[in-house]
């Protein structure tokens, strides 16, 4: 399996991202994928997870209602739609796969993206 993230940038305080993640490989489909993040100097942190089939997602308290992770099978693509965008989301952002939607830890997950930086301005 092998993931790309992409979409970051720089953005405003209150705006919304979409992050895209491109995933290859023929077993992605049956495995849970999730986001992280990584701010400089903290260690990386869990940001959100989707089932192999899209049918439960689990998200970061500090996200909860502000983002929306999704995937199509069809187009092997993972999304994660940011709103209300704050500073204290800064961070190079990290698509994962190999677990489950209740895996929070990234041990959990075998296979990364590169990431992809996410800058907000307030």
């Known amino acids: 399996v092998q993931l790309q993230a992409s979409g970051g940038g720089l953005v405003q305080a209150g705006d919304s991202l979409r992050l895209t993640c491109a995933v290859s490989?023929?077993?992605?489909?049956?495995?849970?994928m999730a986001w992280f993040r990584q701010a400089p100097g903290k260690e990386r942190e869990f940001v959100a997870a989707?089932?192999?089939?899209?049918?439960?997602?689990n998200y970061a308290d500090s996200v909860k209602g502000r983002v929306t992770i999704s995937r199509d099978n069809a187009k092997n693509t993972l999304y994660l739609q940011m709103n209300r965008l704050n500073p204290e989301d800064t961070a190079v952002y990290y698509c994962a796969a190999g677990g489950s939607s209740y895996d929070i830890t990234p041990s959990k997950y075998a296979y990364w993206g590169q990431g992809t930086q996410v800058t907000v301005s307030s």
């Open positions: 989707i089932s192999w089939n899209g049918q439960y997602t």
């Open positions: 490989g023929r077993t992605w489909r049956t495995v849970g």
